[in-house]
């Protein structure tokens, strides 16, 4: 193998030179105790910056063998490592045209997410994938800059963050501990009857709109007697906080007492948190999803047909379809489309629902006959959601008073503060009765499982493969863009990106050709799992940008791309078709 000397000469033979001459650095380096492999070098200083590789040998790396013993450890420890690099990077800016000089790591905010940044063997072996823009001034190659890039800025980084010795150990046990007991909880929330679980001390609401860290100086939770519960965390050790029991749950409060906040912490709890978040106890399950309007969004093949039934003009709802859903068609097949992923815990604020969807009340019963209103209101399907299919809903309701009658638990927020007014709550709604009718005659089952005709994912854009993340909310998919605006529980680009690598993954196994859609993402899932997400990208240059999406947001992505084609139900999956008859 070259070493680092000879990386020196070969810099120094091309300074001044055309910028492809770079290509020829491609290749491995011996820096000693570590090695950096350039896998490709960018064709010109604007380009997406070079892929690098810094692989340190278990040795080296020194980690404590806690941080190896398990494969929630490991992960958890290359999430710690990549916020480590991107701390310990110079703060030398450009150095040339363009990004020349600058280093990018995929280091990841205040969510814990398996991803392809940084790889941790059993053997404690660690392999850091970055970006860096090789320095260049115009199209010439900068070789002194190269130099300060390549034998100064990157060693530095890793001496500082990934070699034995520059571990921060204890704040690497509080990351790993916080990982491990918001995983060892989840786990166990349906055994003992809860959805969630929110550690009293707990900070939920956040800074602003467009930033994930605590608001300072906020209330902390502190929960309800009759709620409280004690979890003796293997970490943490024992922590009370609040149970959400399983069920049907309300929020209740007036405007601004923190309704939205509460739920929107359960939505993020679906991941565990970094240590100082304030939200690192939140624990939501892990199939949890934000049920919410969504008008606009396509809808292809799906069975909305126990809450949406005889829309004007014949339309056939257990195959439903549209270009444009309203708010209530969007919301009954975001919350099929979840059933058939497999939710088993819905989150629905009425600020993101639509009314019509949620709720008929008595003097509306009585003024429009049944005959003529498609909808079956959610009041009239959530109690049966739970008790057929065993899916609770928390829904945060200022208005709605008619779901007193369906609510297992009501919690009040005042000041931030919650209080279990569920006692109370049983007695109001004995008091006004709400006089509406039932409109749920016949019980729920679990959603057919769809097929999609492959053919119908396209990855190509003018015959060339291109599926890329745009950010956060947007998908290039070939020649369309998936919208995942409303998908609200994808919380980094780079599970976007990785969703992109999922997709193409299973065409390219050909899962989708002999079971269900979201069986075959699961079956995605699970190789990532085993072998890590860079597996969806199929050998090569494994991806530094990387974060593990949940299988309800891989079957979200598929649901909204535009082209999607269901297979007919007749042929059992056999056959393109959909089409209404
Ligand atoms: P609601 O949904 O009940 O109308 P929100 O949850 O939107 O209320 O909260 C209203 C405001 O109060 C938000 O700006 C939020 O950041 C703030 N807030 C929420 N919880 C707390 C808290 N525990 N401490 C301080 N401020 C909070
Ligand atoms: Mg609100």
Known sequence: MRTREDLRQALRRIDGRGYPAYRDLEGSYDFGNWELRLDRAQPDPFASPSRFRVRVPGPAAGLPPEALATPLRRWATGDFLARAFHRALPRGGSLGSGKSGLIFIDAGEQEILPRTAVRVEPDGTVEVRFAAGLPAAGRRILGRAAEELLLERIPRAVAGSLLAGAHDRRALSAHLAAAEDHAWLQERLPAMGLVAFVADGSILPRESGVSQKPLPGAVPWVSPPELRVTVEFPNAGPVTGTGIPA??????????HGKSTLLRALERGVYPHIPGD???????RADAWKLRAEDGRRVEGVDISPFIAGLPGGTDTRWFRTEAASGS?????????????????????EDTAATNFLIRDARMQRLVPKEGEPITPFIDRVRSLYTDLGVSTVLVVGGAGDYLDVADTVILMQNYRPADVTARARQVAAELPARRQPEAPV????????????DSLDPRRRGREKVRARDLDELAFGAESIDLSYVEQLVDP????????????????????????????????????????EAWAGGGVPPGDWAR??????????NRLRT???????????????RRR
């Open 443 to 454: 019980p729920l089952s679990p959603p057919r499982p769809r097929w999609v005709d492959p």
């Open 549 to 558: 999406p949940r299988l309800l947001e891989l079957a979200a992505a598929l």
């Open 494 to 533: 780079s599970q976007t990106r990785a969703i992109g690598g999922a997709l193409l993954y299973a065409l390219r196994q050909g899962l989708f050709r002999d079971r269900p859609a979201v069986a075959a993402l699961a079956e995605a899932l699970r190789v990532a799992d085993e072998q890590g997400l």
């Open 564 to 578: 999607l084609r269901v297979l007919d139900r007749e042929e059992g999956g056999r056959r393109p078709g959909g």
């Open 247 to 256: 069920g049907v749950t309300l929020i209740v409060g007036g405007g601004y």
């Open 278 to 284: 304030g939200r690192e106890r939140v624990v939501t």
């Open 329 to 349: 068609t969007s919301m009954a097949a975001n919350l099929v489309e979840a059933l058939e992923a497999g939710a088993g815990l819905l989150l629905v604020d």
